[in-house]
């Protein structure tokens, strides 16, 4: 077993169709999966930070069995049929509220929605790990979530997993299901965001609204801000990058796990 402090995640998670794909995406977030189990063993439990639960306040849950939510509209029965039975962890929920103190309470009225569940179906297929949910707070400022990162950081060295889903790029309202790709907005942006990641140049992260196409790339903040957590959780760790891509015009698929070898 690898005992050192286990390593951070962000990863895009697009279309919620994406639990049921089997593609070159998925199998890159079965490899990152792989690769934890086989650096560190199984995380403890794995807290996530999902751009879905956008909350007035930050909260985190607390419940032994948190419910599956079906969060989207219109989608075959297939998917609402899908289930990721992952049970909850008590001892990470007190870990978080040790971590954070008042400024995060329990909420219980939510579960484990589709940003978590469609990606982690293919990391950790078995559900055999615990997941709490850790919302994404409307009041906090960049330098805010960054900082409530830095201070989720000593979970890891406890065998948490923290984990966040979003999207560097996510304009619902720009998506194009003819374009495979992405627009050059977009991948401007996701390509310097990126950059920025890999150097550590977080300053320009922190001010993301600055860039010439954050309008198009960041209309609302919701899917953008669990990067900013992850980005203080890493530390100094390097990035491991994957999923680099953008799709359906106004969607970045990319991911950044800090602290993994790439194998």
Same mark, same amino acid.
């Given at each position: 077993?690898?005992?050192? #402090?286990?390593?951070?995640?962000?990863?895009? +998670?697009?279309?919620?169709m994406l639990a049921l794909e089997q593609s070159n995406a998925t199998k890159e977030l079965k !490899?990152?999966?792989?690769?934890?189990?086989?650096?560190?063993? #199984?995380? #403890? *439990?794995?807290?996530?930070?999902?751009?879905?639960?956008?909350?007035?306040?930050?909260? @985190?849950?607390?419940?032994?069995?948190p419910e599956q939510v079906y969060d989207m509209y219109g989608f075959p029965q297939e998917l609402?049929?899908? #289930?990721?039975? /992952?049970?909850?962890? %008590?001892?990470?929920?007190?870990?978080?509220?040790?971590?954070?103190?008042? !400024? @995060?309470?329990?909420?219980?009225?939510?579960?484990?929605?589709?940003?978590?569940?469609?990606? &982690?179906? +293919?990391?950790?297929? =078995?559900?055999?790990?615990?997941?709490?949910?850790?919302?994404?707070?409307?009041?906090?400022?960049?330098?805010?979530? $960054?900082?409530?990162? !830095?201070? $989720? *950081?000593? $979970?890891?060295?406890?065998?948490? &997993?923290?984990?966040?889903?979003?999207?560097?790029? +996510?304009?619902?309202? !720009?998506?194009?299901?003819?374009?495979?790709?992405?627009?050059?907005?977009?991948?401007?942006?996701? /390509?310097?965001?990126?950059?920025?990641?890999?150097?550590?140049?977080?300053?320009?992260?922190?001010?993301?609204?600055? +860039?010439?196409? *954050?309008?198009?790339?960041?209309?609302?903040? =919701?899917?953008? &801000?669990?990067?900013?957590?992850?980005?203080g959780a890493a530390g100094d760790d390097k990035p491991l990058i994957f999923n680099n891509f953008?799709? $359906?015009? %106004?969607?970045?698929?990319?991911?950044?796990?800090?602290? &993994?070898?790439? =194998?």
């Open positions: 077993m690898n005992e050192r #402090k286990m390593p951070v995640v962000f990863s895009g +998670h697009g279309s919620p !490899r990152i999966g792989d690769t934890i189990t086989a650096q560190y063993e #199984k995380p #403890k *439990a794995i807290l996530s930070i999902s751009a879905h639960w956008y909350t007035e306040g930050l909260f @985190v849950q607390s419940s032994a069995e609402y049929d899908f #289930k990721y039975p /992952a049970k909850g962890s %008590a001892e990470l929920t007190e870990s978080v509220l040790n971590a954070l103190g008042s !400024r @995060v309470s329990v909420n219980d009225e939510w579960g484990i929605d589709h940003g978590t569940w469609t990606v &982690l179906c +293919h990391m950790f297929p =078995e559900a055999d790990i615990p997941v709490v949910q850790l919302s994404v707070s409307s009041r906090l400022t960049s330098d805010q979530c $960054l900082e409530i990162g !830095r201070l $989720l *950081a000593p $979970l890891r060295s406890e065998g948490f &997993l923290i984990f966040a889903s979003g999207n560097v790029v +996510h304009n619902l309202g !720009r998506v194009d299901w003819s374009n495979a790709g992405g627009s050059p907005m977009a991948e401007e942006f996701n /390509a310097d965001i990126t950059n920025a990641v890999i150097n550590h140049r977080y300053d320009e992260i922190l001010r993301y609204d600055k +860039h010439a196409y *954050a309008y198009y790339a960041v209309p609302t903040p =919701e899917h953008f &801000l669990p990067l900013l957590y992850i980005l953008c799709n $359906l015009g %106004a969607i970045a698929m990319t991911g950044f796990a800090f602290g &993994l070898k790439d =194998e």
